[in-house]
Nanobody, 128 residues
Framework: QVQLVESGGGLVQAGGSLRLSCATS????????LGWFRQPPGNNREFISA????????AVADSVKGRFTISRDNAKNTLYLQMNSLKSEDTAVYYC?????????????????????WGQGTQVTVRG
């Protein structure tokens, strides 16, 4: 059973940057496709970015393309989301998630229903 714990959220001014981390435990980290999702206030959860087991392939939502970068360090069992040029509309609770199905090393998915394990979320608030 894998457990996911996000950190790095907080309050930032528009135009600023944050880096979210997602630490995992309980199972083999590099077995999983990993992703980031967010849920803005009053809205549904939405896909942000995902990364293949190998880290070679990524999927990125148009709303954050060119500003957010997903990465993973399999040696440290940690997933990251570097967020630059933050906007007020990026305000949300951010979740990391794992797709524990068996996939090839370079497979990546952006479908929320493919992710079966979720962290508790971390709040990101962008002012201005």
């Amino acid at each position: 059973q894998v457990q996911l714990v996000e950190s790095g959220g907080g309050l930032v001014q528009a135009g600023g940057s944050l880096r979210l981390s997602c630490a995992t435990s309980g199972d083999t980290f590099d077995n999983y496709v990993l992703g980031w999702f967010r849920q803005p206030p009053g809205n549904n959860r939405e896909f942000i970015s995902a990364i293949s087991r190998s880290g070679t392939n990524t999927a990125v939502a148009d709303s954050v393309k060119g500003r957010f970068t997903i990465s993973r360090d399999n040696a440290k069992n940690t997933l990251y989301l570097q967020m630059n040029s933050l906007k007020s509309e990026d305000t949300a609770v951010y979740y990391c998630a794992a797709d524990r199905a068996i996939h090839s090393a370079n497979y990546v998915t952006s479908r929320p229903r493919d992710f079966d394990t979720w962290g508790q979320g971390t709040q990101v608030t962008v002012r201005g």
